[in-house]
C-alpha cells in the first residue's frame, strides 16, 4: 500500500516504471485501493475528485471486483490508511 505518485513513472502519457513495492499486498487489498484513493484523487484544494476516484474503482474493478464488505469498510480504510501515512511522515520529520 505505498502507489503515490512518487512512486510512480511517466514518459509522456505513457506509464513507464512503478518503484517501492515493500508495503504492496502485505495486507487487505482494499487497504490498498483506499491508500490509492487517498494518493491519487484529491486535488491541490484538498477536495476529493470524484470523477478520478470512481475511474480509480472502475479500473481496480474491472480486474479484482470488489466483495460488499470491502466496499462498506472503505471508508474506514482510507480513513486509516490517511492517518497512518501521515503519523509515519510527522515521525520521519521529527526524527
Keep these: 500500500a505505498d502507489l503515490f505518485p512518487d512512486n510512480v513513472f511517466f514518459l509522456g502519457e505513457k506509464l513507464s516504471g512503478l518503484i ?5 499486498c502485505d495486507d487487505l487489498y482494499a487497504y490498498d485501493v483506499a491508500t490509492c484513493l487517498n494518493a491519487w484523487c484529491f486535488e491541490k484544494d484538498f477536495s476529493f475528485n470524484l470523477t478520478k476516484g470512481t475511474a480509480l474503482l472502475a479500473g481496480y474493478q ?5 466483495g460488499n464488505d470491502e466496499k462498506a469498510a472503505m471508508p ?18 521529527l526524527t
Design 76 to 93: 474506514i480504510l482510507a480513513r486509516g490508511s490517511a492517518l497512518r501515512f501521515m503519523l509515519t511522515r510527522l515521525y520521519d520529520w
Design 20 to 24: 517501492d513495492f515493500y508495503f504492496a
Design 62 to 66: 474491472s480486474v479484482r471486483p470488489l
